[in-house]
C-alpha cells in the first residue's frame, strides 16, 4: 500500500470515481433551455481552445455542497483500513510534516470539502458544478461556477481523447502506485485543465470585464485558496501542485510544440516524476528517474518487534518539502536539484506507538550529492538545533542520521534512538 493512499484517493475521486448521490441532483435535461445554452457555448469554447473533439456524451451534474460532503466520508469509510491510517500517520509524522496529534483524515477532508469547486466522473461520463449559492441552477452560471465548468469539461475531453481511468485515476490501481510518478501525471492532467480554463477566463474577462469584479467577489467570499486554520502546510502544498506547477509545466510544453505537445504527453511521452515537472528541461532532456532499492530485511535492523509498513518513491516535490520543515527556499533549492531517484520505506513496532524511516536518494552527479549532504546537515543542526555526532541528531522523542554512500547515494534513517537510526543507515553500507 501506499503511504499517500489517502492522497491519492481523494485525488482519484475528484477526477474517476462515481458519485452515489448524482441521482439526487440535477441533470443537464432539468435545466433551463437558457442554461443549457449556455453550458454548450462553454463547451464550444474549450473545445476550439483546446483542440480535442468530443467523442462521448457527458451528464452535466449540480451536486449541493453537502452531496459531496457525504459521498467523500462515505468513501473515505469505506476505504480507508486501519493499516492504511497507520501508513498515513507514520508518513507525515517521520517526515515532519505533521505531529501525532493531528487527525490527518479529518484534516484532510475538511481541506477538500472547503477548496473543491467541481469534478468530473470518467465511469458515469458525470460533469459535476457545485453551486457556491447552494441553490439549483438557473438561468445562467455566474463567471466562477463557468470557470470550473470548463476546467472540468477539459477532463471530459482528456477522458474521452486518453482514458483517464488508464493513466492511473482509478482507486483500485492506487494500491501498487508509484506515488511520484502519480504525482507527475496528475499534474500535467490538472495543469492541461488549468491552462485551458485561464485562457476561457481571459475569454471571459475580454467580453464582459465585469466578470472579472465577479470572478474576485466569488473568490473572497468562497475562501479562495486559504485553507482551514491549523492545516499542516503540506497538505496545502499537495493540493496546488498539480495545479501551478502542472501549469508551469504544460505552459513549458506549449510555448515547445503547442497543444500538440501535450497530446503527445498524454499519449506516448508521460511524465514520469516530479522533478520533470519541477523543471520542465528534464522533461524534455528525457531525465528518467534512476532505480533504488533498500534491499530486503531491512526491518530487522531496528529489533524483532519491528516490521516494515510500506515502500515507495519519496520524489523531489517531497523531499523538498522535507527539508523546507527548517531551512529557507534558497538553501534547499540548490540542495535538492539534481535529484536522480529515490526509494523509501516505513516502519512500525509491534505495539504501533512508534514509527521509522530509511531513505536512499540517488543524484545525478557527484557534485548534486555533495550539495544535498550539506544541506542536509544544515537541516540537522536547524531541526535539533545541534551539530551532528558521527552523522547523527537526537532528541527525547527521536533519533535521524545519513551518511553518504561511495557511489554518492545519500542515506537518511529516522528512529527511536540513535542505534536504531544508525543500524537503519548500516543496512545500506
Known amino acids: 500500500m501506499t503511504h499517500l ?3 491519492l484517493l481523494l485525488a482519484a475521486l475528484l477526477i474517476g470515481a462515481g458519485i452515489a448521490t448524482a441521482q439526487d441532483t440535477a441533470p443537464a435535461t432539468d435545466v433551463s433551455p437558457d442554461l443549457l445554452a449556455q453550458l454548450e ?14 467523442n462521448d456524451t457527458v451528464t452535466r451534474v449540480f451536486p449541493t455542497r453537502e452531496d459531496v460532503q457525504a459521498f467523500l466520508q462515505e468513501s473515505i469509510d469505506e476505504q480507508l483500513t486501519p493499516e492504511i491510517v497507520a501508513e498515513v500517520e507514520a508518513f507525515y509524522y517521520v517526515y515532519d510534516f505533521a505531529s501525532r496529534e493531528i487527525d490527518l483524515i479529518d484534516t484532510y477532508l475538511t481541506l477538500i470539502e472547503d477548496q473543491i469547486g467541481g469534478y468530473y466522473d470518467p465511469e458515469d461520463k458525470t460533469l459535476n458544478t457545485i453551486l457556491f449559492s447552494g441553490e439549483t441552477p438557473g ?3 455566474p463567471a466562477l461556477e463557468q470557470v470550473i465548468y470548463a476546467h472540468e469539461y477539459v477532463h471530459a475531453l482528456q477522458d474521452q481523447n486518453y482514458g483517464l481511468a488508464s493513466l492511473g485515476f482509478d482507486p483500485e490501481a492506487l494500491e501498487d502506485a508509484d506515488t511520484d510518478q502519480f504525482l507527475a501525471v496528475q499534474a500535467l492532467v490538472e495543469g492541461d485543465a488549468t491552462y485551458t480554463m485561464n485562457v476561457y477566463t481571459e475569454i471571459l474577462v475580454s467580453e464582459n470585464p465585469f466578470a472579472a469584479v465577479s470572478l474576485l467577489g466569488a473568490s473572497l467570499t468562497a475562501g479562495g485558496l486559504v ?16 495545479y501551478n506547477t502542472g501549469l508551469n509545466f504544460v505552459t513549458a510544453l506549449i510555448a515547445e510544440g503547442g497543444y500538440e505537445a501535450v497530446d503527445v504527453a498524454f499519449t506516448g511521452n508521460l511524465p514520469q516524476s516530479t522533478e520533470q515537472i519541477l523543471h520542465p528541461q528534464r522533461y524534455f532532456a528525457g531525465d528518467m528517474p534512476q532505480p533504488v532499492t533498500l534491499g530486503e530485511g531491512t526491518a530487522a535492523a531496528l529489533g524483532p518487534d519491528w516490521t516494515e509498513m510500506t515502500q515507495n518513491t519519496l520524489g523531489e516535490f517531497y523531499l523538498r518539502a522535507y527539508v523546507d520543515n527548517h531551512l529557507t527556499r534558497d538553501v534547499w533549492l540548490e540542495g535538492t536539484t539534481g535529484w536522480g531517484g529515490d526509494r523509501y520505506a516505513l516502519y512500525q513496532n509491534a505495539t504501533g506507538d512508534e514509527f521509522a524511516m530509511l531513505t536512499r536518494t540517488a543524484w545525478d552527479t557527484p557534485a548534486d550529492s555533495d550539495e544535498f549532504a550539506a544541506v542536509y546537515d544544515r537541516y540537522g543542526e536547524a531541526r535539533f538545533a545541534a551539530s551532528s555526532v558521527n552523522g547523527c541528531w537526537s532528541d527525547a522523542a527521536s533519533a535521524v542520521c545519513y551518511t553518504v554512500l561511495p557511489g554518492g547515494d545519500v542515506v537518511i534513517a529516522r528512529a527511536p534512538s ?4 544508525q543500524a537503519l543507515v548500516a543496512t545500506q553500507s
Open 5 to 7: 493512499k489517502i492522497f
Open 41 to 54: 457555448l462553454i463547451e464550444a469554447i474549450v473545445i476550439e481552445v483546446r483542440g480535442l473533439e468530443p
Open 139 to 141: 438561468d445562467s452560471l
Open 227 to 242: 485553507p482551514p486554520e491549523g492545516t499542516p502546510p503540506i497538505l496545502m502544498r499537495e493540493l496546488t501542485f498539480p
Open 418 to 421: 540513535v542505534d536504531g537510526a
